[in-house]
């Protein structure tokens, strides 16, 4: 069993910055894959980044590439998220999820994860 507590949401302006902590704790926490996904109102969950245990290989999607950059502390079993150049539509409820058993093409589909933060707001607005 993992827990995963997700804090760093808030209010910024298009441009600026926010960095997400996701705390984890359970048995044998770092050979969890972990994954920062995202859901604005009236849209499915989507895949944002991505951190694989095996082999400390990151993967994002397009859209944030060059703007968001995804880091793990295995000493504080925590997995951020730090976004730049935000802007409105990165606006959206942000989780974290993990899974041990999580392979390359596998990693975006949320569906797969087992394990579950609470979420935290990010709101992009002037």
């Known amino acids: 069993q993992v827990q995963l507590v997700e804090s760093g949401g808030g209010l910024v302006q298009p441009g600026g910055s926010l960095r997400l902590s996701c705390a984890a704790s359970?048995?044998?926490?770092?050979?969890?894959?972990m994954a920062w996904f995202r859901q604005a109102p009236g849209k499915e969950r989507e895949f944002v980044a991505a951190h694989k245990s095996s082999n400390n290989a990151i993967y994002y999607t397009d859209s944030v590439k060059g703007r968001f950059t995804i880091s793990r502390d295995n000493a504080k079993n925590t997995l951020y998220l730090q976004m730049n150049s935000l802007k409105p539509d990165d606006t959206a409820v942000y989780y974290c999820?993990?899974?041990?058993?999580?392979?390359?093409?596998?990693?975006?589909?949320?569906?797969?994860?087992?394990?579950w933060g609470q979420g935290t707001q990010v709101t992009v607005s002037s």
């Open positions: 359970g048995r044998n926490v770092r050979r969890y894959s």
């Open positions: 999820a993990a899974d041990a058993s999580m392979i390359v093409t596998t990693l975006s589909r949320a569906d797969l994860y087992d394990y």
